[in-house]
């Protein structure tokens, strides 16, 4: 079955970090761009990180830079992003995904499998 199974999400105080996961199946992650999306209550989905399908170069956005590293295990796998010094403000849903390439300034682009999400709330 091809999916993708997010984890690691919980409460957590400012300042405070969390590593979430995903894990992929029924097929490689070496074939695929891989990153992470966030969508926090009333707002629209936004992209967090990037990992390349060519090389594994990795992407960010603005709010995520410097903060949060994004990372693969291809023999397990399995991807993963260290979230460091968390703000009430990464309070969101973290999805997974899996597309075609990385935007310059971010993103994951073209899309074609997400996972289901895992909650973060970020708050003392």
């Known amino acids: 079955q091809v999916q993708l199974v997010e984890s690691g999400g919980g409460l957590v105080q400012p300042g405070g970090s969390l590593r979430l996961s995903c894990s992929a199946s029924?097929?490689?992650?070496?074939?695929?761009?891989i990153g992470w999306f966030r969508q926090a209550p009333g707002k629209e989905r936004e992209g967090v990180s990037c990992?390349?399908?060519?090389?594994?170069?990795?992407y960010y956005t603005d709010s995520a830079k410097g903060r949060f590293t994004i990372s693969r295990d291809l023999a397990k796998n399995t991807m993963s992003m260290q979230m460091n010094s968390l703000k009430p403000e990464d309070t969101a849903v973290y999805y997974c995904?899996?597309?075609?390439?990385?935007?310059?300034?971010?993103?994951?682009?073209?899309?074609?499998?997400w996972g289901k999400g895992t909650p973060v709330t970020v708050r003392s």
């Open positions: 029924g097929f490689s992650l070496k074939w695929h761009a």
């Open positions: 990992i390349s399908r060519r090389d594994g170069s990795t």
């Open positions: 995904a899996r597309g075609d390439y990385c935007s310059g300034n971010g993103p994951l682009g073209g899309m074609d499998l």
